[in-house]
């Protein structure tokens, strides 16, 4: 398949540059290949589309204040993003900066501290950071959220609360699993009211995810590298729902692609590691029976993902009655579940 085969028109003022003021406030559109059209809902009715005895599995990753500024030693600002926290004080980063600082450069930053350039490798750059507090640290201290680049705005202090999800708990992201961002304490409080079960992997998504598909033969994409970990718990959990008869349902695709990353002939096993799968239509899925997930970018890896998942026609359809009826996109936008069609259904 091609890079072109994934494209759709998307009028820029769609894509939504804040949060609303409630998180669970968003619409959601549902995509059930049992239903005979498609539903335009609200994600405060998301309890009534599950059914009890169903598992929803989340990503509990937090985002770090990933974003640092400083300078060079001749003067010239430095933008560094985090891609990776490799170690106690050091990172795989991107730098935004005018001309590539070399192996033993210098970045000074607001405090006073430095970060040395180590190595380069595949446009990331690989720097040590002389601080006497752990990395992490001086993010919370120096850092800002990175939002993402179709946010044309800076930070404000709300995006420290409102781009991270309510149950995030391990640190490790520079990017927001945004299907998750929708759910409040309410909406939690309704789902296991509903008979609803929640498991979690972690999936610390990296910048790499808005990475744009280079390649127009998908057979020639090579995927980012994410770190993952999904616990013999959870596999628990999915085994005792699928048994009882229950769907298990991965709120993102960040989930998606941990836990087909865990499977093996079929089998979910626990992993822990790094994963670089890349899902397209042809991929046959193996441990979800549903997604709900944001709407996403034009010819991005997710939309090729999401189309795997429910077809390629069936969610650009989707994605053009989206656009008619005004969704919002993208990571602060709007929610869609989709529920395909069981295998050899």
């Given at each position: 398949?091609?890079?072109?085969?994934?494209?759709?028109?998307?009028?820029?003022?769609?894509?939504?540059?804040?949060?609303?003021?409630?998180?669970?406030?968003?619409?959601?559109?549902?995509?059930?290949?049992?239903?005979?059209?498609?539903?335009?809902?609200?994600?405060?009715?998301?309890?009534?589309?599950?059914?009890?005895?169903?598992?929803?599995?989340?990503?509990?990753?937090?985002?770090?204040?990933?974003?640092?500024?400083?300078?060079?030693?001749?003067?010239?600002?430095?933008?560094?993003?985090?891609?990776?926290?490799?170690?106690?004080?050091?990172?795989?980063?991107?730098?935004?900066?005018?001309?590539?600082?070399?192996?033993?450069?210098?970045?000074?930053?607001?405090?006073?501290?430095?970060?040395?350039?180590?190595?380069?490798?595949?446009?990331?750059?690989?720097?040590?950071?002389?601080?006497?507090?752990?990395l992490e640290k001086l993010l919370l201290k120096l850092g800002e959220m990175p939002l993402p680049p179709y946010?044309?705005?800076?930070?404000?202090?709300?995006?420290?609360?409102?781009?991270?999800?309510?149950?995030?708990?391990?640190?490790?992201?520079?990017?927001?699993?945004?299907?998750?961002?929708?759910?409040?304490?309410?909406?939690?409080?309704?789902?296991?009211?509903?008979?609803?079960?929640?498991?979690?992997?972690?999936?610390?998504?990296?910048?790499?995810?808005?990475?744009?598909?280079r390649a127009e033969n998908l057979e020639d994409h090579h995927m980012h590298r994410e770190w993952l970990n999904v616990g013999a718990h959870l596999i628990e959990q999915i085994r005792r729902t699928r048994a009882?008869?229950?769907?298990?349902?991965?709120?993102?695709?960040?989930?998606?692609?941990?836990?087909?990353?865990?499977?093996?002939?079929?089998?979910?096993?626990?992993?822990?590691?790094?994963?670089?799968?890349?899902?397209?239509?042809?991929?046959?899925?193996?441990?979800?029976?549903?997604?709900?997930?944001?709407?996403?970018?034009?010819?991005?890896?997710?939309?090729?993902?999401?189309?795997?998942?429910?077809?390629?026609?069936?969610?650009?359809?989707?994605?053009?009655?989206?656009?008619?009826?005004?969704?919002?996109?993208?990571?602060?936008?709007?929610?869609?579940?989709?529920?395909?069609?069981?295998?050899?259904?």
């Open positions: 398949m091609k890079k072109s085969d994934f494209d759709f028109e998307l009028p820029p003022e769609l894509i939504a540059q804040a949060p609303l003021a409630e998180r669970s406030a968003s619409r959601l559109l549902l995509l059930d290949a049992a239903a005979p059209a498609l539903q335009d809902r609200m994600f405060r009715e998301l309890p009534q589309m599950l059914r009890p005895g169903d598992l929803l599995v989340f990503n509990d990753t937090r985002v770090l204040p990933a974003r640092l500024f400083g300078h060079k030693s001749t003067g010239g600002a430095v933008e560094i993003l985090i891609e990776r926290v490799t170690g106690a004080h050091e990172a795989t980063v991107q730098l935004g900066v005018s001309k590539k600082p070399k192996v033993g450069g210098r970045i000074e930053l607001a405090d006073g501290s430095q970060a040395v350039v180590l190595g380069r490798d595949e446009g990331f750059f690989h720097l040590r950071f002389e601080a006497p507090e752990p946010i044309a705005r800076h930070p404000d202090a709300s995006d420290l609360e409102r781009y991270q999800t309510v149950y995030a708990r391990e640190p490790g992201a520079v990017a927001a699993p945004t299907a998750g961002l929708h759910f409040d304490q309410a909406t939690l409080d309704a789902l296991r009211e509903r008979g609803v079960d929640t498991g979690y992997i972690t999936l610390h998504v990296g910048a790499g995810t808005f990475q744009p598909v009882a008869g229950g769907r298990v349902i991965a709120v993102g695709t960040t989930v998606v692609r941990a836990l087909e990353s865990a499977s093996k002939d079929g089998q979910l096993h626990p992993f822990a590691g790094e994963t670089q799968i890349f899902i397209f239509p042809g991929y046959t899925f193996t441990s979800i029976d549903g997604l709900l997930t944001n709407f996403h970018l034009p010819q991005s890896t997710l939309l090729m993902l999401v189309s795997a998942l429910a077809g390629r026609e069936a969610i650009l359809d989707a994605y053009r009655h989206a656009v008619a009826e005004r969704y919002r996109f993208f990571s602060y936008g709007d929610a869609m579940l989709i529920l395909p069609r069981p295998a050899g259904g």
